[in-house]
């Protein structure tokens, strides 16, 4: 391993530069995971949203001609998708977990199935033009870091404007202070004269909206192009993310790009060439995440009511 | 207490879960000597229904694609066909159980890690025909595997070989990638041939190697491209189905060279940059079957390769110079005469 090149400043930008790009479609998954979770509904059918968002994004997209549209029909079929959990858990109050799996292997079907009825069993050479990286002018001209945070695509630099106002929500206005009451203790918010259904539900389609840009980023930033399964697991490392930022929009940000940054690094590193087994190295950041959780997880206080369906005539 | 109980009961269920994902090691395997070991003639000659276990999905432009096409063939002759896609680990000997359930009287697992669950199932049912694309399971001695099997250990790596000749003629930065997806003994060998094939013609060639861990994830795989290129990477194989795909698309935007896999990848990139795909015909080798079982006798290990063109190098690329297509002809031809053996090697490292 050459030790010298590991620590070069070219070195850590294309590192980090890689991590950032890698932590997008989380960023996104994870921030709309934050405040459906905060309203008491988990979102384990992310990583379903997030292909439909990746597939209808790339469709739009590529019979428009215009990547934006692709990005804002992406976020749409996320949000549709989502319904059908928010109905399924919040208003007929099953089982959330058993909801988002079915519904996990439903998108998985559902999207391979349209793949092929409108693509046949060859997309992969119809390509798109991905969204290519804005230099912002003056930032990204400082060394290392401008490189690396402010040469990215505008899907980028809008997740931390998510990221950012959806923070501002939660903690700063009364709509967040709703949010809240109503995934620690429903029954006081609804005492309150909060619609406690009507929060758990647009929460939880924000976060199916916010996993279709998550989808979007695959497919309109990255590939060009659909794969079936291309989420990968990503919606489910987002899950992992929520705990481990507490619930906090701007941690989960900061999480994300951890993660991203690691995923990198074990590519460079199997790069570099190691007597290690890859596994190793493909379970680095999934080791690290757990590691993480169970050295700074000993206090983590969820959502009381988190995951608990809400019946307005019980008590 | 009982919270220490569950918190040791974690760390057993994980430490079980590392080693399981862990590999076997190296194994000796004495592949070549024992071609054709033609089990005993069963009655087993008649086919009607036909079914194919899958380990990704018929749309990944490689593997699984082209086993489909190999089944749409056995289908246009009139047989009854069925697949099943994205057959884990886990699922492997319920769905091969289920199929000789249904009455299929030809199963086929499509790649070595089926050999496993297909033996333990080949017993149960006997006068079903079993068939492998690839190897035998390499802890079973080959008189114990069950007669009614029959394995293709198929020399893709061969092909692997040529596109490291290719990758080690063609690299200027003296530095060439490999992306493999998992851990198989097939993707094993690819990636050790191919390191052996840029060896003989450039030994002073460096190659990087990343092991994806997944078929599936195009994203991660153009960020991998995108690593290798950073490190002046200048020519990339991947053997990795949907993973490459991402691969192929990081090349073709940065202009950097690839070899394609399973089939004739060039259209999926750009300019030429695809030099050459190794092929690997598996329709043929899937439909050719139908004949070998009604011939009687079905069972065993074949070794195809590079010499009955099951596996074949794509047309070369315009960016491949004619002294380069001469000479690795020229290698193509050595491998199919014999006169150049290459050995399977399935070590990790």
Redesign the interface.
């Known amino acids: 391993m050459n030790e010298t090149s590991l620590f070069s400043a070219a070195f850590l930008t294309a590192l980090f530069s890689s991590g950032v790009r890698q932590s997008i479609p989380l960023i996104y998954g994870s921030v709309g995971d934050t405040v459906s979770e905060r309203s008491g509904v988990m979102g384990i059918s992310l990583e379903g949203e997030m292909l439909f968002g990746a597939f209808f994004a790339y469709l739009f997209a590529l019979r428009s001609g215009s990547l934006w549209v692709g990005v804002l029909m992406g976020a749409v079929a996320g949000m549709l998708s989502s319904l059908i959990v928010a109905v399924w858990s919040v208003l007929f109050r099953q089982d959330q977990s058993i909801v988002g799996i079915m519904f996990n292997i439903l998108a998985t079907g559902f999207t391979n199935f349209l793949n092929r009825m409108i693509f046949g069993t060859s997309n992969a050479n119809i390509s798109i033009d991905t969204f290519q990286p804005i230099a912002i002018p003056g930032l990204s001209k400082i060394p290392v870091v401008g490189e690396i945070f402010f040469n990215q695509d505008i899907l980028a630099y809008l997740s931390v404007v998510l990221a950012a106002a959806v923070f501002f929500v939660l903690r700063r206005t009364k709509l967040g202070l709703q949010l809240g009451a109503v995934g620690e203790n429903p029954r006081a918010a609804q005492a309150a004269g909060i619609p406690v259904y009507r929060v758990r539900v647009l929460s939880y389609m924000f976060c199916g909206f916010a996993a279709g840009v998550a989808g979007a980023s695959l497919t309109l930033s990255t590939v060009g192009t659909f794969t079936e399964a291309i989420s990968a697991g990503r919606g489910f490392i987002c899950l992992a993310i929520v705990i481990l930022s507490r619930w906090n929009p701007l941690t989960a940000l900061v999480a994300s790009f951890g993660f991203g940054s690691i995923q990198a690094l074990q590519i460079r590193l199997q790069v570099q060439g190691s007597a290690l087994p890859y596994q190793v190295f493909v379970a680095l950041p999934y080791l690290i995440t757990v590691l993480v959780l169970a050295l700074a997880g000993h206090n983590i206080r969820a959502p009381r009511e988190l995951g608990v369906p809400f019946e307005k005539e019980s008590r | 207490m009982k919270r220490i109980f569950s918190l040791a009961m974690a760390l057993v269920l994980t430490l079980g879960l590392?080693t399981a994902?862990?590999?076997s090691g190296d194994t000796t395997s004495s592949n070549g000597s024992s071609a054709e070991s033609g089990a005993a003639a069963g009655e087993r000659t008649t086919v009607t229904k036909i079914a194919v276990l899958l380990p990704g999905?018929?749309?990944?432009?490689s593997w699984n694609?082209t086993a489909?096409e190999g089944l749409q063939q056995i289908e246009a002759m009139g047989y009854e066909t069925a697949y099943t896609e994205n057959v884990g680990s886990n699922d492997m000997e319920a769905v091969f159980r289920s199929y000789c359930e249904d009455g299929f009287d030809f199963v086929i697992g499509h790649g070595a890690q089926y050999g496993d669950a297909c033996c333990r199932v080949a017993v149960d049912y006997p006068d079903v025909n079993f068939f492998i694309t690839g190897n035998a399971p390499e802890d079973v001695p080959a008189e114990e595997l069950p007669e009614n099997i029959m394995f293709a250990d198929y020399r893709e790596c061969e092909g692997a070989y040529v596109c490291g000749v290719v990758a080690g003629l063609m690299t200027e930065s003296g530095k060439v990638?490999y992306v493999g997806g998992g851990?198989n003994t097939t993707q094993q060998s690819d990636k050790n041939a191919f390191i052996e094939g840029v060896a003989s013609v450039n030994p002073e060639a460096e190659v990087?190697?990343?092991?994806?861990?997944?078929f599936?994830?195009?994203?991660?795989g153009?960020?991998?491209a995108?690593?290798?290129m950073?490190?002046g990477?200048d020519v990339i194989l991947q053997t990795c189905d949907?993973t490459g795909?991402?691969v192929l698309?990081a090349c073709s935007e940065n202009g950097i060279y690839c070899l394609g896999y399973t089939t004739d990848q060039s259209?999926?990139v750009s300019d030429g940059l695809c030099l050459t795909s190794m092929l690997i015909d598996i329709p043929t080798m899937i439909s050719s079957q139908i004949d070998l079982i009604k011939a009687g006798g079905y069972g065993g290990q074949t070794f195809p390769g590079l010499h009955d063109g099951v596996v074949s190098m794509s047309a070369f690329s315009d960016k491949v110079p004619a002294e380069v297509a001469e000479q690795v002809n020229a290698i193509i031809d050595q491998i199919k005469s014999g006169e150049l053996v290459i050995t399977p090697n399935y070590s990790?490292?």
């Open positions: 590392m994902c862990g590999s999905s018929i749309t990944d432009e694609q489909y990638g851990n990087k190697s990343v092991i994806t861990g997944t599936d994830d195009s994203a991660l153009k960020e991998t995108i690593a290798m950073e490190e990477v949907h795909l991402g698309e259209t999926l990790e490292t």
